[in-house]
């Protein structure tokens, strides 16, 4: 993930695929935040009880984007395990995204990279805030809402951390200006290559957790939730005796 020159595949031209591939990329970041936007005005106005499943698909959706973001992370990181001197490594899928992002401008071969990993970030922020939201109509404390909470903040500061990468390269810098480089400070090679690996496994590690937390929260506490949007489960009906018993045969009348 770390933008450096010399990523392999960060120069090659574009295809069809890598375009596509980038286009529904965005679509899908598009989507998730435009979902965001429909239950937060929704929570402000009159119960409707199908921004449940809205609310449910987002953060789901959130979950898988997250797991294959993190994928990406750990790969990188068990490469460099084995290969600490070379330059930082990324996947075959998440090279085609790159590509595919940095037609936005060719002259800059670390654009797409950024980009990809910016948007990537704001998929898995989304995912957070719809648990943030899913929750927003229940009184009380939920421990889903609180670890969820933290989560936005977290991947908040996170995903500034993507934008200034992003916009120090997209506006000419000769290396991506951050936290996770450095500012800047560490030449290209593998010292800041090792840094900014680490830095971002470590903040993915910790957010992915965060997230996991939340979610298993959530399903602990979804009774509370879906009650808060007029869905309540029916209770099961009383049994019979007989049904109790089922070994149990009534007995014939005047039997001593």
Known sequence: ???????????????????????????????????????????????????????????????????????????????????????AWMTPWGNSFSRGFGQVDASKPSLGMEILHLIGNFIFLAGLVGIVQITHRVAGQLKSRKWARMGVWMQGIHGLEHVVLTLSVALGASRAIGLSTWFGAIEPGPALATYRIWWHFV?????????????????????????????????????TPAEDDPARTPEPAGRP
């Open 1 to 87: 993930m770390p933008g450096m020159t010399g990523m392999p595949g960060m120069e090659s031209t574009a295809s069809t695929v890598d375009t596509l591939g980038a286009v529904l990329f965005i679509g899908w970041a598009v989507a998730m935040w435009g979902a965001v936007a429909v239950l937060a005005v929704g929570n402000r106005r009159p119960l409707r009880p199908g921004l449940y499943k809205v609310a449910v698909a987002l953060i789901g959706i959130g979950v898988i984007g997250q797991i294959g973001h993190f994928q990406e992370h750990v790969a990188q990181a068990a490469y460099w395990i084995g290969h600490p001197y070379d330059p």
């Open 203 to 239: 903040a993915n590690a910790v957010g992915t957790t965060i997230l996991g937390i939340a979610v298993y929260h959530l399903w602990k506490e979804k009774r509370a939730v879906r009650a808060s949007f007029g869905l309540t489960e029916d209770a099961p009906a009383a049994a």
